[in-house]
């Protein structure tokens, strides 16, 4: 397999990008961007370290981020299985990439900036649920802001084709595949009580 080493041979290959794909690029939030990603209760959360990249999906039941000023986005770590993948990442090399996500769009609006965590309770306590803060906040200052193309969308048909998860491994199934006496099933039949119980 012969492997591409210049960027002049990749250019070689494509096209000139698209005039409004340039234009549509923003250092800032603009009116409409915030509107866009203040609907969002998705984030995959790209970020890179020593050891390499790591890519996180964020959730909440309402926006997944507070938008602090028109440079500044907040996104509140709530419990998880305490990896800390992507918060080390973030102490260690501070660049981030985020991809919002809204349920029935086929836009997505990706983020690039720079991130730190705080654990300052003036940041923390902005955010509450089930009567809980979470530990840390992740401070995300924008570089760029632009949305997606949305081909990617609707070729996968992601809000349109139903559900595909019937035969998929489950979480348990996961874990045994490492470790062949794992107990998948009771993990499995307590995983979503267990979940549940962290999400905050």
Same mark, same amino acid.
């Given at each position: 397999?012969?492997?591409?080493?210049?960027?002049? +041979?990749?250019?070689?290959?494509?096209?000139?990008?698209?005039?409004?794909?340039?234009?549509?690029?923003t250092?800032?939030?603009? !009116?409409?961007?915030?509107?866009?990603?203040?609907?969002?209760?998705?984030?995959?959360?790209? +970020?890179v370290? !020593?050891e390499g990249?790591? &890519?996180?999906?964020?959730g909440?039941? &309402? !926006?997944?981020? #507070?938008?602090?000023?028109?440079?500044t986005?907040?996104? !509140?770590?709530?419990?998880?299985?305490?990896?800390?993948? +992507?918060?080390?990442?973030?102490?260690?090399?501070?660049?981030?990439?985020?991809?919002?996500?809204?349920p029935?769009?086929?836009?997505?609006v990706?983020?690039?900036g =720079?991130?730190?965590?705080?654990?300052?309770?003036?940041v923390?306590? =902005?955010?509450? =649920?089930? &009567?809980?803060?979470? #530990?840390?906040?992740?401070?995300?200052?924008?570089?760029?802001?632009? %949305?997606?193309?949305a081909?990617?969308?609707?070729?996968?048909?992601?809000?349109?084709?139903?559900?595909?998860?019937?035969?998929?491994p489950t979480?348990?199934? %996961?874990?045994?595949e490492?470790?062949?006496?794992?107990?998948?099933?009771?993990?499995?039949?307590?995983?979503?009580?267990y979940? #549940?119980?962290?999400?905050?």
């Amino acid at each position: 397999m012969q492997t591409i080493t210049s960027i002049d +041979t990749l250019e070689a290959l494509y096209d000139a990008a698209v005039p409004a794909s340039l234009t549509k690029v923003t250092p800032h939030l603009t !009116p409409l961007y915030r509107t866009w990603i203040e609907a969002a209760r998705f984030v995959v959360m790209s +970020t890179v370290g !020593p050891e390499g990249t790591d &890519g996180s999906p964020r959730g909440d039941d &309402g !926006p997944v981020v #507070k938008v602090s000023d028109n440079k500044t986005l907040l996104l !509140p770590d709530w419990r998880g299985n305490n990896r800390l993948d +992507t918060l080390r990442n973030i102490v260690r090399d501070g660049r981030i990439s985020l991809m919002f996500m809204v349920p029935g769009s086929n836009n997505v609006v990706r983020v690039n900036g =720079q991130a730190v965590l705080t654990a300052d309770s003036e940041v923390t306590e =902005q955010f509450q =649920q089930a &009567g809980k803060h979470p #530990k840390t906040v992740i401070v995300v200052t924008t570089s760029e802001i632009y %949305f997606q193309c949305a081909k990617a969308i609707m070729r996968s048909g992601l809000w349109t084709r139903g559900d595909d998860s019937a035969n998929l491994p489950t979480a348990g199934a %996961f874990v045994r595949e490492m470790q062949a006496d794992f107990d998948a099933e009771s993990y499995d039949s307590g995983y979503a009580e267990y979940a #549940k119980s962290r999400m905050w």
